[in-house]
T-cell receptor
């Protein structure tokens, strides 16, 4: 069975600080990896995804994530956060057929102006 | 492009009552998902449809939860009878079957409170 572990449950940063959110997954086969974001009062939306090719994936709003297969990791990064990045971030993995996705517990990011 | 629609947005019921949620996926999306998101946790898949057939309902509490997707478009999720621990946000999502990445598009969710 596939599983996802997010290490930081609540992160508080000042504007312009760098961000890295950890994500590790457990699955024996080929995986697709995702980061979803939920801004306050809004619904879940895709931030970025990896399914093949370059392990460094760039997403919207300056976010990027690196897939390191040997470490089963897919950490999310942003060099300089903004107040508008305050949201909850979910790492997710999709392995096997029929596109079943398993989500992590989520990380709440609070950016202080 | 219209997104995934869900209704109602909020529902408050007493335990042992029944409740139903409705979802209309993005047009042309063959795959539909229902998730349960309890406060402080990530979304948990309850059931996944491919057109009008169920492909995964392993985490659906079948003694009280049921779901259907007639005609392969809209879907309803029902809880009967509800328990206190069913208080959660119920999310509907859809995806294109042909998408190799499995990207899902989510609706706004229905927040259920069971008293």
């Amino acid at each position: 069975a596939q599983s996802v572990s997010q290490h930081n449950h609540h992160v508080i940063l000042s504007e312009a600080a760098s961000l890295e959110l950890g994500c590790n997954y457990s699955y024996g086969g080929t995986v697709n990896l995702f980061w979803y974001v939920q801004y306050p009062g809004q619904h879940l939306q895709l931030l970025l995804k990896y399914f093949s090719g370059d392990p460094l994936v760039k997403g919207i709003k300056g976010f990027e994530a690196e897939f390191i297969k040997s470490k089963f990791s897919f950490n999310l990064r942003k060099p300089s956060v903004q107040w508008s990045d305050t949201a909850e971030y979910f790492c997710a993995v999709n392995g096997g057929g029929y596109q079943k996705v398993t989500f992590g517990i989520g990380t709440k990011l609070q950016v202080i102006p | 492009e219209a997104g995934v629609a869900q209704s109602p947005r909020y529902k408050i019921i007493e335990k042992r009552q029944s409740v139903a949620f409705w979802c209309n996926p993005i047009s042309g999306h063959a795959t539909l998902y229902w998730y349960q998101q309890i406060l402080g946790q990530g979304p948990k898949l309850l059931i996944q449809f491919q057109n009008n057939g169920v492909v995964d309902d392993s985490q659906l509490p079948k003694d009280r939860f049921s779901a259907e997707r007639l005609k392969g478009v809209d879907s309803t999720l029902k809880i009967q009878p509800a328990k206190l621990e069913d208080s959660a946000v119920y999310l509907c999502a859809s995806s294109e079957t042909r998408s190799v990445t499995g990207e899902q598009f989510f609706g706004p969710g229905t927040r259920l409170t069971v008293l």
